[in-house]
T-cell receptor, first 115, second 114 residues
């Protein structure tokens, strides 16, 4: 079984400031890791994923996350945020073997970008 | 087509009504999911279908009845719901139950039970 901890339930920042949203996971097996974003009144959109290979993964809109196996972390970062990045961000983990049907989500971090 | 669509967008129903939620994808995915999401919470898994067969039921009350008529379509039939069932209902799909578990989500149906 897996679990995910998102340490910050809310992160307020000013526009153009850097941001880090923290995610730690627990698993007894190898994992896949995901960040999903949910804008108000919308469904979840995949922001980025770690499956294997390079531990640094990037999205098309400037976010990046680094898989750190020793610290069991997958923190999300952006060097300069925009008002439009205001949303709920969910970190999720899945086992990488067998019939891995379940995504285990963290409780979410609400990122609020202020002008 | 890389989308998961859901209808209706909003639904208001009484506790004695029967209604259905619909989800559709044309990506050739063979696994489809229903989730329930309460405000300010992560999605909670309800059902998983694989190759049109129910694979997982996460102990969901029988007033929720899923159906997968074909590989592109997933329904959720609702009957005798309670006000606490009010939530955002999300559908998701993925290519199959093996592999990366990257799931593609629809926009959801906002359900209000009066």
């Amino acid at each position: 079984a897996q679990s995910v901890t998102q340490l910050d339930s809310q992160v307020p920042v000013f526009e153009e400031a850097p941001v880090e949203l923290r995610c730690n996971y627990s698993s007894s097996v190898s994992v896949y890791l995901f960040w999903y974003v949910q804008y108000p009144n919308q469904g979840l959109q995949l922001l980025l994923k770690y499956l294997s290979g390079s531990t640094l993964v990037e999205s098309i809109n400037g976010f990046e996350a680094e898989f750190n196996k020793s610290q069991t972390s997958f923190h999300l970062r952006k060097p300069s945020v925009h008002i439009s990045d205001t949303a709920e961000y969910f970190c999720a983990v899945s086992g990488s073997g067998g019939s891995n049907y379940k995504l285990t989500f963290g409780k979410g971090t609400l990122l609020t970008v202020n002008p | 087509d890389t989308e998961v669509t859901q209808t209706p967008k909003h639904l208001v129903m009484g506790m004695t009504n029967k209604k259905s939620l619909k989800c559709e994808q044309h990506m050739g995915h063979r696994a489809m999911y229903w989730y329930k999401q309460k405000a300010k919470k992560p999605p909670e898994l309800m059902f998983v279908y694989s190759y049109e067969k129910l694979s997982i039921n996460e102990s969901v009350p029988s007033r929720f009845s899923p159906e997968c008529p074909n590989s592109s379509l997933l329904n959720l039939h609702l009957h005798a719901l309670q006000p606490e069932d009010s939530a955002l209902y999300l559908c998701a799909s993925r290519p199959g139950l093996a592999g990366s578990n990257e799931q593609f989500f629809g926009p959801g149906t906002r359900l209000t039970v009066l």
